[in-house]
């Protein structure tokens, strides 16, 4: 299938961004006095650059997630000291300076040393972008034949406690606690539910079933990060047709679906084959599932030219390319 590859790359690259320099990859270092690193009020993307079928690389969607990580401050209080095209263009700059074609892209902004106490608010807020290889997050094997999830014992937070709206740092404690509880169990994900005991989303991903036809996934005011790819299979499904409703829905309706996929950037669309040891479906990957997955393919390694507008190529103009050999 296209899009296979592996998630077992070493996490690293040539270069890095940090307020503003490129620097060696081996520079990338904070003090152990960073604010972000003791307790976790720190914003974050992730972001997928592909290779499509012209040769050329793209990054996708990147001004929905540079959206996002600027949501995500505004959440925290956090001011950035750059702007939303700083950053964005911080990420193209990035993709090739490391001369890849197809790789995953990571800004974060971080409270930096200075007061230890909690509100900190005076401290220097640092913002950086690094770009490394990133295989199917769930395996190629989980890609093509569907993963198995197991309905984890943590819940999602509180819509009250956690803000899940945002890419938190610290919120993603709650998520590996379920991964790993998860992959230690023999399960590939975990699916968390809410505090009322409804299906939110998975440890990275947002949860999508069909059954008899119409498409669902919890409503954005469920305790759900708003999935830029699970934005994108909305839009998608309007366009194929087929109805979509945000919803509320319970494990059992999960276990009863005809099929189950998730999505986010780093697990694209995976299906699901197994929840909880019951079969999904016919235990394959469903109808829609595929089609899913072939439309998105499509788009972001193929010649799909419908929704350029999601599309920031990423080679330098010509006219800029010329001028740097000169
Ligand atoms: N939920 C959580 C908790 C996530 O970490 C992610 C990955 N960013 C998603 C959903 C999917 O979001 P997206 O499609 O924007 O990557």
Redesign the pocket.
């Known amino acids: 299938m296209k899009g296979a590859s592996t998630s077992s790359e070493p996490t690293r690259a040539k270069a890095l961004w940090l307020n503003g320099k490129i620097l060696p990859w081996e520079d990338g270092r904070v003090h152990l006095m960073t604010h972000t690193l003791h307790y976790g009020l720190g914003v974050f993307?992730?972001i997928r650059f592909y290779k499509r079928g012209d040769g050329r690389s793209a990054v996708f969607r990147l001004d929905d997630?540079i959206r996002?990580l600027f949501d995500s401050a505004h959440i925290c209080l956090m001011q950035l000291p750059y702007s939303p095209e700083d950053v964005a263009d911080a990420c193209v700059e990035m993709v090739r300076a490391n001369d890849m074609a197809e790789g995953y892209i990571r800004p974060i902004a971080y409270i930096a040393e200075g007061a230890m106490g909690l509100g900190a608010t005076d401290n220097p807020i640092h913002v950086a972008v690094m770009v490394y290889p990133w295989g199917a997050y769930l395996g190629v094997d989980g890609l093509k034949h569907g993963i198995r999830a197991k309905i984890s014992s943590f819940a999602r937070h509180h819509v009250n406690s956690g803000m899940?709206k945002g890419?938190i740092c610290g919120q993603?404690v709650n998520?590996i606690l379920a991964k790993r509880e998860a992959k230690l169990a023999k399960y590939d994900e975990a699916i968390m539910l809410d505090t009322d005991g409804y299906v939110a989303?998975?440890?990275?991903?947002?949860v999508f079933m069909v059954r008899d036809g119409v498409l669902r996934t919890p409503p954005l005011s469920s305790s759900?990060?708003?999935?830029?790819?699970?934005a994108?299979i909305i839009a998608l499904s309007h366009e194929i047709g087929l109805p979509v409703i945000r919803q509320k829905f319970s494990r059992d309706e999960l276990y009863t679906a005809d099929e189950v996929f998730l999505?986010?950037?780093?697990?694209e669309i995976t299906p699901v084959r197994e929840v909880d040891d019951r079969r999904i479906g016919s235990g394959r990957p469903g109808q829609w599932t595929q089609r899913f997955q072939e439309l998105f393919f499509e788009i972001v390694r193929g010649t799909d030219s419908k929704h350029m507008e999601w599309l920031r190529f990423t080679e330098a103009p010509a006219s800029a390319a010329k001028a740097s050999n000169a």
């Open positions: 993307e992730g997630h996002r899940a890419k993603y998520s989303e998975a440890s990275g991903e947002n759900v990060l708003g999935g830029i790819t699970r994108t999505t986010g950037t780093a697990a």
